[in-house]
Nanobody, 124 residues
Framework: VQLQASGGGLVQAGGSLRLSCAAS????????VAWFRQAPGEERKFVAA???????TYEDSVKGRFTVSRDNAKNMAYLQMNSLRPEDTAVYYC???????????????????WGQGTLVTVSS
């Protein structure tokens, strides 16, 4: 499966962005879709994930501000980001895999398929 992330940009603190992840090559209906981010000088970290059954998981700092969703009919996933903060500045990546188990959901190594990343910059 090929993934294309989009929707990044420059936004002021408190603003919103919606990231999209388009999958092609096969359906990802049975996959877990996850979003990770990598800030400058830091490691890539888990942000959110949505399993095949719609169950969502979030990193603590984005709970209540970010919402992950998916549209299997369109082979699309989304990350709605509200109340953005300067510390949310990062390159955001989507990733999918059909073999992710719940205990491994936050780990980069659980995902074999990655998009190219989209830059989100939040100004103060």
């Amino acid at each position: 499966v090929q993934l294309q992330a989009s929707g990044g940009g420059l936004v002021q603190a408190g603003g919103s962005l919606r990231l999209s992840c388009a999958a092609s090559g096969r359906t990802f209906r049975a996959d877990t879709v996850a979003w990770f981010r990598q800030a400058p000088g830091e490691e890539r970290k888990f942000v959110a994930a949505i399993r095949w059954n719609g169950h969502n998981t979030y990193e603590d700092s984005v709970k209540g501000r970010f919402t992950v969703s998916r549209d299997n009919a369109k082979n699309m996933a989304y990350l709605q980001m509200n109340s953005l903060r300067p510390e949310d500045t990062a390159v955001y990546y989507c990733a999918v895999d059909s073999s992710v188990i719940l205990s491994n959901l936050r780990s980069q190594t659980a995902y074999a398929n990655w998009g190219q990343g989209t830059l989100v910059t939040v100004s103060s």
